[in-house]
């Protein structure tokens, strides 16, 4: 079993900068993709960003040219460093994890803007 942490969720003003932090742990043998997914009240979850094990990175439209993915192989660890904020960022982040050939989320931490 693989468990995700997340930390770094906060409330922030428009145009300011947070950081987000997932770890993953337990029984760990690959990990293929880490990302980042938000859902805003009444909206759908949607994919923000992904990483893959080789490096390859993709964003959303939306926050293209201001959120910035990264990971640590050492630590089993993904981050978001989420730069220009709006209000419409406004959402529950989640981690998402393929390791071991399944599929894992986090708790999800919330980010609020103000505006």
């Known amino acids: 079993q693989v468990q995700l942490v997340e930390s770094g969720g906060g409330l922030v003003q428009a145009g300011g900068s947070l950081r987000l932090s997932c770890a993953a742990s337990?029984?760990?043998?690959?990990?293929?993709?880490m990302a980042w997914h938000r859902q805003a009240p009444g909206k759908q979850r949607e994919l923000v960003a992904t990483i893959s094990s080789g490096g390859n990175i993709n964003y959303a439209d939306s926050v293209k040219g201001r959120f910035t993915i990264s990971k640590d192989n050492a630590k089993n660890s993904v981050y978001l460093q989420m730069d220009s904020l709006k209000p419409e960022d406004t959402a529950v982040y989640y981690c998402?994890?393929?390791?071991?050939?399944?599929?894992?989320w986090g708790q999800g931490t919330q980010v609020t803007v103000s505006s």
């Open positions: 337990g029984s760990i043998f690959s990990i293929v993709i």
């Open positions: 998402w994890v393929i390791a071991n050939s399944r599929g894992y």
